[in-house]
DNA sequence: TCTGGTTGTG
């Protein structure tokens, strides 16, 4: 074979072409081949004798094979078979050879140029297809005929630049050729220009259902939906039957529209028609189903197809993964590869979440490798932000972060991503410093989706002003009344102490969906104020809305929070009898926890005991709190051997352990539970609590000496500790969790840092002026005792928001009630 | 050799 490639002398290959010595290292099947294509070329003659021979070609190797053979047998001469062989390489994917082809075509034919401007359409190359039309048109003497202008403005659409090329059809006069004009129509709706595309679909002298086809999918694909369907209804009005093109283009938009009754009737109509086993419509009905929740639907779709393609795989692991079923979506992509179908990015996309959704650090690992190796996160953005969403959800932040630096394109979801990735693992400030950056990037404007993820942040840590300042952006937007924003300004102002402000927000959002309903629920839950929880619940029901498990894991916090235990009791019933949502570890976790708040430890303890699902440490981690509420050390010991069992961790729960047995006294226990917590390379969580004044977030640690004003704070705070023992102030020692003498023990709460960062606040601002703190952990008891006497001695208003909930105390008494 | 169709990240 080599002998031969290096006696072809033909005008096509004046010499032989490097790309053929590398190419022809034949595998014993290709050789074979070769024979039947030599022999194959020896008896055809006519172009439809050659077009059997071409369609051979399925792989790169075996069209060089052909092409070689046609340039020895001379019949490569004919311009026919030379751009045959330019379409070939262009189906291979191959656009390099494709243009390297045309380029030795000696007498280019309007078939070659259209054929090589489709080449670069078909391989993704838009600007180099409006090139070679250019070139063509400017540089050749062929005329560019029916074929020319619609691959090329399927070009122009996506790199939105079309009316230079508009004006050269309408001067050659192939305005009104029905491809020609479906495809300006499609493009301008592309483009957003309606205008446009309304008068040439309306000036059309005939309209085919490829016409109607296009203005459909070109609003359908830029997003407006009532557009589109009141171009649906023209022409259905005009007496012309939806076909399966229409159908794949409408159907995401009933998804969009949440119009899940037109989407079935549709479907009716698909299966009268006999549509149902086009695989675009199947497709379309399967993403159509998983967006309304309807896995079912979507796998007796998939299962009753005849044949299916990548996009049928893709899109019903998208659908188990877009319904928080991940190892069902894994389980579809092994079945997938079991069928010899290869992944491409969008497969891999649904994978990252869904491994996102499991948490299995490994496979994500090789989801990013994979990624690496195909060079597609280096190219597109969404591929980057699945992996860096998924590393944030596995709680690798680093990695997150690293995958984030690196990625060549970035896009505004990245940034987004990035920041929520931090505030969802509870790193706010690191979430303020990316989002910080990302404002001093010229590329990137914030909008929705960044204040959607920075709210949270500051939300977290209280941070009120920047939280107001983002909501005056909101606002100069108008996106106020946007659900999403909304929430999350309900949620910062309610997490801030602002009720009011967050129920007046809540008022200008949207209520359909349950969303805004548990975030108000939740607030009020955090300020201890259960029975309006409850009366909200009531007024969310009446007004027709149905409740999610979050609105009921909001209820149940907010019954654990204000002792209504009942209530929690209805409300668990409520939820799985007449709304049908079965309970998650987090629903059992709330009740043992109301249950053990309200000191009802055994009914906590054989609730524990009847769950269906295994008791995570959340569960186990409420009943041990309990316990060291009401002081049970017996069920606390018990709880917590259960706790290390399952989480052995968690600091938090050595913690809780060793005060339990501290306030029993039993310093060797306490010495045995923090050795333990120890040996296990567990560190404590250091309490720390901040205050903003002045538009600054002033932190103060326990015990801390560094401040500025630590001098002045502490000489507050003993002249402090001396009036309020003359109102009958006696320290609780029980929350010191050292062994030391009660002169130590009362120092050592005096430096409790909610207490340092209150005096600081009432140090640095006029009298009467409300103090506002918040604590990275739980306030102790001995704390919250104080605060109630200093809200009374200095005449303040303080809040305290600590990692539970939130504490207002006026006139020395906790809106609370103590009971939390 | 051509148009109009289905799947993606926060």
Same mark, same amino acid.
């Given at each position: 074979m080599r002998g031969l490639l290096s006696t072809c002398k033909s005008s096509l290959f004046p010499k032989p072409l490097p790309a053929f010595s590398t190419h022809f290292r034949l595998k014993s099947n290709s050789a074979s081949c070769i024979v039947a294509l030599s022999t194959g070329i020896e008896q055809r003659n006519s172009k439809f004798d050659f077009e059997h021979l071409f369609n051979k070609c399925t792989k790169t190797g075996t069209a060089k094979c052909l092409h070689a053979l046609l340039i020895v047998s001379g019949k490569v001469q004919s311009i026919f078979i030379a751009t045959r062989l330019v379409n070939i390489y262009a189906y291979l994917g191959d656009v390099l050879l494709s243009r390297e082809t045309f380029d030795q075509v000696p007498r280019k034919d309007a078939y070659t140029w259209n054929s090589m401007v489709s080449s670069y359409v078909r391989n993704g190359c838009y600007r180099e297809a409006v090139n070679c039309v250019n070139e063509m048109l400017l540089t050749s003497d062929v005329r560019p005929d029916f074929y020319t202008f619609p691959p090329v403005l399927k070009a122009c659409r996506t790199i939105r630049d079309g009316t230079r090329l508009h004006c050269w059809v309408f001067k050659i006069g192939f305005q009104w050729d029905v491809f020609v004009a479906a495809s300006l129509v499609h493009m301008y709706c592309r483009f957003g220009s309606f205008d446009i595309a309304h008068k040439l679909f309306k000036d059309m002298p005939s309209r085919d259902m490829g016409c109607w086809n296009a203005v459909i999918s070109g609003f359908c694909q830029n997003g407006n939906a009532n557009e589109a369907l009141s171009v649906l209804d023209d022409m259905r009005l005009e007496g012309v039957d939806m076909d399966a093109v229409t159908i794949s283009s409408i159907l995401p938009i009933c998804a969009q529209k949440h119009d899940l009754l037109h989407g079935m009737l549709i479907h009716l109509y698909v299966i009268k028609n006999g549509l149902e086993f086009d695989v675009f419509v199947s497709n379309a009905f399967i993403n159509m189903y998983a967006k309304f929740g309807k896995l079912e639907f979507s796998q007796r779709i998939f299962d009753q197809m005849v044949v299916r393609d990548l996009v049928s795989w893709n899109s019903i692991i998208a659908a188990y993964e877009q319904n928080d079923y991940p190892h069902d979506a894994l389980k579809f992509f092994y079945e997938m590869q079991r069928n010899k179908f290869q992944a491409d990015l969008l497969t891999l996309v649904s994978l990252a979440s869904s491994i996102a959704q499991t948490r299995d650090s490994l496979s994500g690992k090789s989801i990013h490798g994979f990624s690496i190796r195909r060079c597609w996160i280096m190219e597109d953005a969404v591929i980057g932000n699945a992996v860096v969403d998924m590393y944030a959800k596995i709680g690798a932040l680093d990695s997150a972060r690293k995958v984030f630096e690196e990625l060549p394109c970035k896009d505004t979801i990245s940034w987004n991503t990035m920041i929520t990735g931090y505030t969802q693992n509870g790193l706010a400030d690191e979430a303020i410093e990316v989002y910080r950056i990302m404002k001093d990037c010229e590329d990137f404007t914030p909008y929705q989706g960044t204040w959607v993820s920075i709210l949270p942040a500051y939300a977290h840590i209280g941070a009120l002003r920047d939280g107001m300042r983002t909501h005056g952006q909101v606002l100069k937007v108008g996106l106020d009344t946007d659900v999403f924003l909304g929430t999350c300004l309900i949620d910062l102002y309610g997490k801030c102490g602002r009720l009011d402000d967050a129920m007046f927000m809540f008022y200008e959002?949207?209520?359909?969906?349950p969303v805004p309903w548990n975030a108000i629920i939740s607030c009020h839950g955090l300020h201890g104020h259960g029975e309006t929880c409850m009366q909200l619940f009531r007024d969310m029901l009446d007004e027709g809305v149905k409740p999610d498990h979050v609105t009921f894991l909001s209820l149940l916090t907010a019954c654990s929070h204000s002792g209504l235990v009942d209530q929690g009791k209805w409300c668990f019933d409520v939820m799985q009898h007449k709304y049908g949502i079965k309970p998650t570890l987090k629903h059992y976790g709330c009740m043992v926890d109301m249950f053990g708040r309200a000191g009802r430890l055994d009914v906590a303890y054989n609730f524990i005991e009847c769950m269906p699902l295994r008791p995570d440490a959340s569960v186990w981690g409420a009943l041990l709190g309990a316990c060291r509420i009401h002081g049970n050390v017996e069920l606390g010991k018990k709880a917590s051997d259960r706790l290390f069992e399952v989480?052995?961790? &968690?600091?938090g729960y050595y913690v809780l352990m060793s005060n339990l047995y501290a306030k029993f006294g039993r310093w060797e226990r306490v010495d045995e539970v923090r050795s333990l917590a120890r040996d296990r390379g567990l560190r404590k969580t250091p309490g720390w609590s901040s205050i903003e004044l002045h538009n600054r977030i002033e932190v103060f640690y326990t015990g &801390? !000496?560094?401040?500025? !004003?630590h001098e002045e704070i502490y000489k507050e705070l003993a002249i402090l500790n001396a009036k309020m023992k003359s109102l009958g102030y006696t320290p609780?020692? &029980?929350?010191?969790? !050292?062994?030391?003498?009660d002169d130590e023990k009362e120092n050592i709460l005096t430096s409790h840092s909610e207490r340092l960062a209150i005096m600081y606040g009432i140090l640095n601002t006029p009298p009467r002026t409300p103090i506002q703190i918040y604590k990275n952990l739980r306030v102790c008891g001995d704390c919250h005792n104080v605060t109630k006497f200093i809200s009374k001695i200095m005449e303040r208003e303080i809040i305290v928001r600590d990692s539970n909930r939130f504490h207002q105390f006026k006139d020395g008494i906790c809106s609370c009630g103590d009971y939390w």
């Amino acid at each position: 074979m080599r002998g031969l490639l290096s006696t072809c002398k033909s005008s096509l290959f004046p010499k032989p072409l490097p790309a053929f010595s590398t190419h022809f290292r034949l595998k014993s099947n290709s050789a074979s081949c070769i024979v039947a294509l030599s022999t194959g070329i020896e008896q055809r003659n006519s172009k439809f004798d050659f077009e059997h021979l071409f369609n051979k070609c399925t792989k790169t190797g075996t069209a060089k094979c052909l092409h070689a053979l046609l340039i020895v047998s001379g019949k490569v001469q004919s311009i026919f078979i030379a751009t045959r062989l330019v379409n070939i390489y262009a189906y291979l994917g191959d656009v390099l050879l494709s243009r390297e082809t045309f380029d030795q075509v000696p007498r280019k034919d309007a078939y070659t140029w259209n054929s090589m401007v489709s080449s670069y359409v078909r391989n993704g190359c838009y600007r180099e297809a409006v090139n070679c039309v250019n070139e063509m048109l400017l540089t050749s003497d062929v005329r560019p005929d029916f074929y020319t202008f619609p691959p090329v403005l399927k070009a122009c659409r996506t790199i939105r630049d079309g009316t230079r090329l508009h004006c050269w059809v309408f001067k050659i006069g192939f305005q009104w050729d029905v491809f020609v004009a479906a495809s300006l129509v499609h493009m301008y709706c592309r483009f957003g220009s309606f205008d446009i595309a309304h008068k040439l679909f309306k000036d059309m002298p005939s309209r085919d259902m490829g016409c109607w086809n296009a203005v459909i999918s070109g609003f359908c694909q830029n997003g407006n939906a009532n557009e589109a369907l009141s171009v649906l209804d023209d022409m259905r009005l005009e007496g012309v039957d939806m076909d399966a093109v229409t159908i794949s283009s409408i159907l995401p938009i009933c998804a969009q529209k949440h119009d899940l009754l037109h989407g079935m009737l549709i479907h009716l109509y698909v299966i009268k028609n006999g549509l149902e086993f086009d695989v675009f419509v199947s497709n379309a009905f399967i993403n159509m189903y998983a967006k309304f929740g309807k896995l079912e639907f979507s796998q007796r779709i998939f299962d009753q197809m005849v044949v299916r393609d990548l996009v049928s795989w893709n899109s019903i692991i998208a659908a188990y993964e877009q319904n928080d079923y991940p190892h069902d979506a894994l389980k579809f992509f092994y079945e997938m590869q079991r069928n010899k179908f290869q992944a491409d990015l969008l497969t891999l996309v649904s994978l990252a979440s869904s491994i996102a959704q499991t948490r299995d650090s490994l496979s994500g690992k090789s989801i990013h490798g994979f990624s690496i190796r195909r060079c597609w996160i280096m190219e597109d953005a969404v591929i980057g932000n699945a992996v860096v969403d998924m590393y944030a959800k596995i709680g690798a932040l680093d990695s997150a972060r690293k995958v984030f630096e690196e990625l060549p394109c970035k896009d505004t979801i990245s940034w987004n991503t990035m920041i929520t990735g931090y505030t969802q693992n509870g790193l706010a400030d690191e979430a303020i410093e990316v989002y910080r950056i990302m404002k001093d990037c010229e590329d990137f404007t914030p909008y929705q989706g960044t204040w959607v993820s920075i709210l949270p942040a500051y939300a977290h840590i209280g941070a009120l002003r920047d939280g107001m300042r983002t909501h005056g952006q909101v606002l100069k937007v108008g996106l106020d009344t946007d659900v999403f924003l909304g929430t999350c300004l309900i949620d910062l102002y309610g997490k801030c102490g602002r009720l009011d402000d967050a129920m007046f927000m809540f008022y200008e959002v949207p209520r359909a969906s349950p969303v805004p309903w548990n975030a108000i629920i939740s607030c009020h839950g955090l300020h201890g104020h259960g029975e309006t929880c409850m009366q909200l619940f009531r007024d969310m029901l009446d007004e027709g809305v149905k409740p999610d498990h979050v609105t009921f894991l909001s209820l149940l916090t907010a019954c654990s929070h204000s002792g209504l235990v009942d209530q929690g009791k209805w409300c668990f019933d409520v939820m799985q009898h007449k709304y049908g949502i079965k309970p998650t570890l987090k629903h059992y976790g709330c009740m043992v926890d109301m249950f053990g708040r309200a000191g009802r430890l055994d009914v906590a303890y054989n609730f524990i005991e009847c769950m269906p699902l295994r008791p995570d440490a959340s569960v186990w981690g409420a009943l041990l709190g309990a316990c060291r509420i009401h002081g049970n050390v017996e069920l606390g010991k018990k709880a917590s051997d259960r706790l290390f069992e399952v989480d052995s961790e &968690n600091v938090g729960y050595y913690v809780l352990m060793s005060n339990l047995y501290a306030k029993f006294g039993r310093w060797e226990r306490v010495d045995e539970v923090r050795s333990l917590a120890r040996d296990r390379g567990l560190r404590k969580t250091p309490g720390w609590s901040s205050i903003e004044l002045h538009n600054r977030i002033e932190v103060f640690y326990t015990g &801390n !000496q560094t401040h500025p !004003q630590h001098e002045e704070i502490y000489k507050e705070l003993a002249i402090l500790n001396a009036k309020m023992k003359s109102l009958g102030y006696t320290p609780d020692y &029980n929350f010191v969790l !050292q062994d030391v003498e009660d002169d130590e023990k009362e120092n050592i709460l005096t430096s409790h840092s909610e207490r340092l960062a209150i005096m600081y606040g009432i140090l640095n601002t006029p009298p009467r002026t409300p103090i506002q703190i918040y604590k990275n952990l739980r306030v102790c008891g001995d704390c919250h005792n104080v605060t109630k006497f200093i809200s009374k001695i200095m005449e303040r208003e303080i809040i305290v928001r600590d990692s539970n909930r939130f504490h207002q105390f006026k006139d020395g008494i906790c809106s609370c009630g103590d009971y939390w």
